[in-house]
């Protein structure tokens, strides 16, 4: 308990010039391969941007600037990794199917050998023209539609150069893993009183995940060269119609600004119900970018690092998610909503019912698990994946030696998962968020689902 107190007291409290140093350096030899690149993707002129559905007008500025990141890693039998981190709303499932085959052709990298992890900013640019005007189907402008649509359709090719530029630029180095905790982050599922209903507002009983995981990159010259860490909370402090990263923005510029020439890429964690509050401004956005820079740094001053050996083994495939049958009646009722978001989705499903004699019955949520030899253990699950996923890994993986780090928001942002407590209860995660893109909610067996293949694949390497 001291310990978990002190960690507290450094996250929150300690200035970054007395942490920027981190643990006393202890000559390792190195055992990896790893290199990192940057690449600005702020659009050069005002763009739509997403992930609230009622703005009714382009940016009007930038904040900051937002950024892909690559951290390229290499083990001593010549297996690779590459982590892309994302200053996005998400992953759009043809932007991961586009990277996998450029990386392939260019970088020979297979599909487990690629991670692909958005912030969530709120606060960046539309990807496509789902997101632009009245944001489903509605009236759209048209230039901003086409803007968005190009967007999107050009990250592929950026991603992969990126990719290649990370592995030009590997060197010799030495991996370890350490952690901290930052608590700005709070479940926002609230239950008042008696009621049924679900509102989205501040739950301060509600589960959450405060553990912000930390794998420092060090090259051969002891010099730090990439820091990659996490946290699970919703990337929405700002609500402005400036671009900006937002506090996971703020974060990554904060350590990499303490340390010139050093990459900081920010990985988010299971925060689909988590917000990070207070919230609402652009200096609280940087208020909650520094608790978890200071958490980082705490993290980095820690003494008892976790050395990473090899070998690297990943492995990358998909969990089977049933859509519940909403019914005919349902989409009628959902059809006469006064909502007219509500309304044309529904009446659009109702065509497909038409045209095609049925609606989807399942997606393919991407799961990816990746090992550092016995020593760390990194699980990726798409979707807005709900806390109650990191919670249950860690629980059940306790026991075994190596340390655990769960990641949401990977490889295809399709929608939210909500874990099988989420969905019983519905609301928005468990239920009617999804409604925009699919046309009934998911099964309750969802979660198991997912779980089940992330220790199917773990299984299969380590057979």
Same mark, same amino acid.
């Given at each position: ?18 942490? *920027?140093?981190?643990?006393?350096? +202890? ?6 391969? &790893? ?19 009622? %703005? ?5 500025g ?6 892909a ?7 001593s ?11 996005? @709303? ?19 990298l $297979? ?5 692909? =992890? ?11 023209r ?19 649509? *190009?967007?999107? &359709? ?15 630029r590997?060197?010799? *180095? ?5 952690? &901290? ?17 679900? %509102? ?55 350590? !990499?600004?303490?340390?010139?020439g ?12 988590? =917000? ?13 970018g520094?608790?978890?820079? =200071?958490?980082?740094?705490?993290a ?14 990943? &492995? ?22 006064r ?12 065509? $497909?019912l ?9 997606y393919?949520?991407?799961?990816q ?14 979707? !807005? ?25 990977? =490889? ?31 099964? +309750?067996?969802? !979660? ?12 299969? @390497?380590?057979?």
């Amino acid at each position: 308990m001291k310990k978990r107190c002190l960690m507290g007291f450094l996250a929150v409290c300690l200035p970054l010039s007395l942490l *920027a140093a981190g643990a006393p350096a +202890t000559k390792e030899t190195p055992t990896w391969k &790893a290199g990192a690149a940057a690449f600005d993707i702020t659009p050069a002129e005002p763009s739509w941007m997403a992930g609230y559905g009622g %703005r009714k007008k382009p940016s009007d500025g930038v904040a900051q600037h937002v950024f892909a990141k690559a951290l390229a890693i290499e083990d001593s039998a010549g297996t690779r990794m590459v982590f892309v981190t994302l200053d996005l @709303i998400g992953v759009p499932q043809a932007v991961r199917e586009g990277v996998e085959r450029l990386a392939r052709e260019r970088h020979g990298l $297979q599909p487990e050998s690629i991670l692909l =992890n958005a912030s969530h900013t709120h606060s960046g640019p539309a990807l496509n023209r789902s997101d632009v005007g009245d944001y489903r189907g509605g009236v759209a402008d048209a230039t901003y539609a086409a803007k968005a649509d *190009a967007y999107g &359709a050009a990250l592929p090719e950026k991603i992969t150069r990126l990719i290649g530029d990370a592995l030009v630029r590997s060197g010799p *180095a030495t991996l370890h893993y350490t952690h &901290a905790r930052a608590g700005f982050a709070m479940n926002r599922r609230l239950r008042v009183g008696n009621e049924s209903q679900i %509102r989205n507002s501040p739950n301060p009983d509600g589960p959450v995940d405060h553990d912000v995981p930390v794998l420092r990159v060090t090259m051969a010259d002891g010099n730090l060269k990439a820091i990659l860490f996490g946290y699970a909370c919703h990337n929405t402090t700002s609500g402005t119609y400036i671009i900006n990263g937002d506090y996971a923005g703020h974060a990554q510029a904060i350590l !990499e600004e303490a340390r010139p020439g050093v990459v900081a890429l920010f990985m988010q964690g299971c925060g689909g119900d988590q =917000n990070p509050y207070p919230r609402g401004t652009l200096e609280q956005a940087a208020q909650h970018g520094r608790t978890l820079a =200071n958490a980082v740094e705490a993290a980095l001053a820690v003494v008892t690092q976790r050395p990473l050996n090899g070998p690297l083994r990943s &492995a990358f495939g998909h969990a089977s998610l049933d859509i519940v049958d909403a019914g005919r009646a349902d989409l009628e009722r959902r059809a006469r909503s006064r909502s007219k978001d509500e309304k044309s989705r529904a009446e659009d499903l109702l065509k $497909q019912l038409e045209t095609k004699g049925a609606l989807p019955k399942s997606y393919p949520c991407p799961v990816q698990v990746v090992q550092f030899g016995t020593d760390l253990t990194l699980v990726a699950i798409g979707g !807005e994946t709900t806390v109650d996923y990191s919670l249950r890994l860690k629980r059940e993986m306790a026991s075994i030696p190596s340390a655990l780090w769960v990641a949401g928001y990977s =490889n295809d942002v399709f929608g939210y998962l909500g874990s099988r407590r989420v969905i019983v209860e519905g609301g928005y995660e468990g239920y009617s968020a999804n409604m925009w893109d699919f046309p009934g909610p998911w099964a +309750t067996d969802s !979660e198991d689902r997912v779980i089940g293949k992330a220790y199917e694949l773990i299984r299969s @390497i380590n057979h």
